[in-house]
């Protein structure tokens, strides 16, 4: 079995030298100091590749992961927060809104109805608390441009 | 009697009535954010902070109702580890030690109006320290030049890697990716990009507010997903609550005693409220001996941390103010918010603006008061806010979440960059990376790197300036003490458990 710190601390070495390789590639400037803009970041990129080497030869305690099922619900609910984040502006406040709190409150607790009505009840109880409240411009239906 | 001069120009500013209602509602809605599980106070204060600044609310209105969520959330983080045995927060810990013991005796009353109480008496010494304290601090960090502030901000990584975390490789690791993010941006001396790959969304680096919200309020989404909002209904009934006067006057002297060790190690840079908790806790156990019964519900098990707690939670805004550099993870958000309130933290704030910090502690002063008062006779209010389904409360926290960060930048990118966070800081807590120095890596990286070009242009880059003065020295051997320690330390105070049912 891989342990889950070693796997991690490989991959912190391995983002920790691209990070070192991409602060090389900084441009400088006629403008400059003793110190310029690498070597701080360099140095940064070394403590962490120190970390993910001391992570790998010492792991702690193995993490423990969820299920296949709840990992495919955590992807789900990522994926339906990036979608939100794209409809916000195009479809107006309440519809996007209604849509993700449902799915995301079906996801914590596999109700159906109970996670509509928390849907609904959540985007139009915000709504008005952010509108009439809290002042904040917020669009509550999509722009129709005819009709 | 300056001091009485500048309390009476803070009360000044914190008795009108504007402040004043702020106040109030911050302290009604912190000991609400405090009390949720799954929300806790570096949560409930970051997910307002974006929607405090749309309002367009001045930097003093803001402050105070801020100040008075995070006082408020630290009264009310008590309220889930009595009843439910879930620390609202990491300092909460130590109180379900002895609270939910108690609560299962049917003293949930008790418990939860002496630990009021002693969240009085701790968050109330500590405000009276920080007045007493702040302003020789201030006067102290005069004497900082950039070599002094690069020991200073190493040593708020490397304790708030300490006691907190398990494994100081991961702490350090965290402090890291934290600085690395803080890099991307402009650079401020040459004005060249750096790690933007040509996206100019990056050109102004990262905002810390998208990161705070995603690592702390998205995270405990997908957590309570995996979860399933599993163990969050209230196992123990709330019957009459009463003022337990015997067991307040018994555990007076442990509130006092806790209060003081809890502000010290407030002030401590980047130790904060779970080092106040932890240590009150494990000094009044060690005081009252095996005979104590600290561990199976008794009065000054839950006054000890709760007055730890309180009074770390003040004493961790004295070097936040005065130094700029946070005591705790909560203050650490505080700072985000004063960093985009414009105000810079430091010794200057006290000689520049003199009204933002006195009104500041004035109106902690009267915060104190005001959550005494709602903490007490409306406990019973609070412990309802508990039966909230997580299946409604954290969807609605994600809501708030996206729509303070889209009111505060307009950009489909920082929504990204927020559910970004939000996984990175799931998996983190999965791998047991504390999140808390990312946060102060993104707050204080540009501050920390100049630092260290100021004192290398000082120099001439000659790297012995660094441990040039008395001060440097100390903070740099403090800093590798606090990061060192802690590994041998630990085999000796192991951290208790919570308790399992």
């Given amino acids: 079995m891989l342990h889950s710190d070693r796997v991690f601390g490989l991959v912190v070495i391995l983002v920790a030298l691209a990070y070192i390789a991409s602060a090389l590639q900084i441009q400088t400037s006629f403008m400059s100091d003793p110190v310029g803009s690498k070597t701080f970041p360099m140095l940064v990129g070394a403590v962490a590749a120190i970390c993910g080497g001391t992570m790998v030869f010492r792991p702690g305690e193995d993490a423990h992961w969820p299920a296949l099922r709840t990992l495919l619900s955590l992807v789900l609910s990522v994926i339906v927060m990036v979608v939100y984040a794209y409809s916000l502006k195009p479809l107006g406040f309440l519809i996007p809104t209604a849509v993700t709190a449902a799915i995301l409150s079906y996801q914590i607790s596999p109700r159906p109805v109970f996670a509509i009505l928390t849907g609904v009840g959540l985007s139009v109880g915000l709504f008005l608390l952010f509108k009439y409240a809290l002042d904040l411009g917020l669009v509550p239906f999509p722009k129709m441009s005819a009709g | ?501």
């Fill in chain 2, 1 to 501: 009697m300056e001091l009485l001069s500048n309390l009476a120009l803070g009360f000044s500013i914190a008795l009108s009535p504007t402040t004043l209602f702020l106040a109030v509602i911050g302290c009604f809605l912190g000991t609400i954010i405090g009390s949720l599980p799954g929300l806790g106070p570096s949560n409930g204060v970051a997910i307002l902070i974006p929607l405090t600044f749309s309002l367009g609310f001045d930097a003093t209105a803001a402050l105070v109702l801020m100040t008075s969520v995070y006082y408020g959330a630290m009264y009310g983080g008590r309220i889930s580890s009595i009843l439910l045995n879930i620390p609202g927060d990491e300092p909460a810990l130590m109180t379900t030690l002895d609270g939910y013991p108690m609560a299962k005796q049917g003293r949930a009353g008790d418990a939860l109006v002496l630990s009021g109480v002693a969240s009085f008496v701790g968050a109330f010494l500590a405000t009276i320290g920080l007045m007493l304290l702040a302003p020789v601090l201030a006067q102290v960090a005069y004497l900082f030049g950039p070599a002094e502030y690069f020991a200073l901000y190493l040593l708020a990584f490397s304790t708030l890697g300490g006691i907190a975390s398990n494994n100081q490789a991961k702490a350090a690791l965290a402090s890291c990716i934290g600085l690395a993010i803080a890099m991307i941006g402009l650079d401020n001396n040459t004005g060249m990009p750096r790690f933007t790959f040509g996206n100019l969304h990056l050109m102004d680096g990262v905002d810390f507010l998208v990161a705070i919200v995603g690592l702390f309020a998205v995270a405990e989404v997908f957590i309570f997903i995996e979860s399933h909002g599993k163990g969050s209904s209230i196992g123990v009934k709330l019957e009459k609550v009463r003022i337990p006067f015997r067991d307040i006057k018994n555990s007076f002297w442990t509130m006092i005693r806790a209060s003081g060790v809890g502000f010290v190690a407030g002030v401590l840079p980047g130790a904060g409220a779970s080092l106040g908790s932890f240590l009150a806790y494990m000094s009044e156990k060690s005081l009252a001996g095996p005979k104590g019964g600290f561990g199976t519900g008794v009065p000054r098990g839950v006054a000890a941390p709760e007055a730890g707690n309180n009074a770390a939670a003040g004493g961790a805004l004295v070097p936040m103010l005065t130094l700029g550099v946070p005591g705790s993870g909560t203050t650490a958000v505080l700072l985000a918010l004063l960093m985009t309130l414009n105000i810079t933290p430091g010794p200057t704030l006290f000689t520049d603006r003199p009204d933002v910090v006195w009104g500041l502690i004035a109106s902690l002063l009267i915060a104190n008061f005001v959550l005494l008062a709602m903490n007490v006779p409306m406990v019973k209010v609070f412990v309802r806010v508990l039966s909230v389904p997580p299946a409604i409360l954290l969807p609605g926290v994600t809501m708030i979440s996206f729509v303070g960060i889209y009111s505060l930048t307009g950009s489909y990118f920082d929504l990204l960059l927020m559910v970004g966070f939000g996984v990175i800081g799931y998996v983190f807590r999965k791998l047991d990376v504390p999140t808390v120095p990312i946060i102060l890596g993104i707050l204080l990286g540009k501050h920390m790197e100049d630092a260290l070009r100021r004192a290398m242009v000082l120099s001439d880059g000659d790297a012995s300036y660094l441990f040039s003065s008395g001060i440097a020295i100390t903070l740099w051997i403090a800093a590798v003490l606090g990061f060192f320690a802690p590994i041998f330390v630990r085999r000796y105070l192991r951290k208790p458990a919570a308790v399992s049912d």
